[in-house]
């Protein structure tokens, strides 16, 4: 049985250039807003190359023996367990670092013998150090909104890799993609998109992050399933971005604008 592709709407070029760094053998880096598509993305191109694709979502407790593996006791026996790093270069794959940032500073140090000319990975705990083969590739995203002194990547990680600009798509663009994901015919997605728009316009003042087109998704999903306008916009995209009164307020005001 053949494994369905996810669905991604290209936005420029950036599939091409996807297909183009995993057949030069080089990392890329995808820059971007939460919710922007980044993820979906990857499991397309993966879906897309036929590779398996190996996720780990980044966060401030996680180490390189996380990634690359670490002995475990198993029937009173040590027994050393690949992480999900280790068998991508294994087994070929793509590994997808999301929010690599987030990650401790021992990551990226694992990294950098992957994203040079060497494509190996050393492994202190077993004495061995496996050679990336063709179909291996590294794949990391971060949010440059999060991005402050004490997280972020270092220029010598940053240049070790291909960089690629994602955003929010443009009205339309990002219209059909939500009507394709939940349903809903375009002309009742349109004025979600348009909050939508307002309310990322609020980013940096009263909200961290904007609306994410996934939480657009669910609400369009929320509406086709036959919950009015009102309660979906609420539940999906006000509730989510902020717990102050007065800011959830503010933002109802906007949707009471935005929809007269």
Request: glycine share 8%; aromatic share 6%; proline share 5%.
């Amino acid at each position: 049985m053949t494994k369905s592709i996810p669905h991604y709407v290209e936005a420029s070029n950036e599939c091409t250039l996807f297909e183009q760094a995993f057949k030069n053998k080089l990392p890329l880096l995808l820059k971007g807003p939460t919710g922007c598509g980044k993820t979906r993305f990857v499991s397309h191109m993966a879906a897309r190359l036929g590779l398996p694709l190996y996720t780990v979502s980044c966060h401030d407790d996680l180490t390189a023996a996380d990634l690359t593996g670490r002995y475990l006791l198993k029937g009173g026996d040590t027994v050393w367990t690949d992480g999900p790093l280790t068998r991508a270069v294994r087994e070929g794959g793509i590994c997808y670092l999301d929010e690599v940032v987030e990650a401790r500073k021992d990551v990226t140090v694992v990294l950098h013998p992957l994203t040079d000319d060497r494509r190996v990975l050393p492994l202190d705990r077993t004495g061995e150090e496996l050679v990336a083969p063709d179909n291996f590739m590294l794949v990391v995203s971060y949010n440059p909104g999060y991005q402050n002194v004490m997280k972020s990547l270092k220029p010598s990680t940053r240049q070790r890799f291909l960089g690629a600009e994602f955003d929010f798509p443009e009205l339309e663009l990002e219209t059909k993609i939500i009507a394709g994901e939940s349903g809903l015919e375009e002309d009742r997605v349109r004025p979600l998109v348009r909050l939508a728009n307002k309310l990322r316009e609020m980013k940096g003042q009263d909200l961290e992050e904007g609306v994410s087109t996934r939480l657009v998704v669910y609400c369009a999903s929320l509406i086709k399933a036959g919950m009015s306008v009102d309660e979906a916009v609420l539940h999906a995209m006000i509730e989510p971005l902020t717990d102050e009164p007065d800011v959830k307020e503010g933002l109802l005001e906007v949707v009471r604008v935005t929809f007269g």
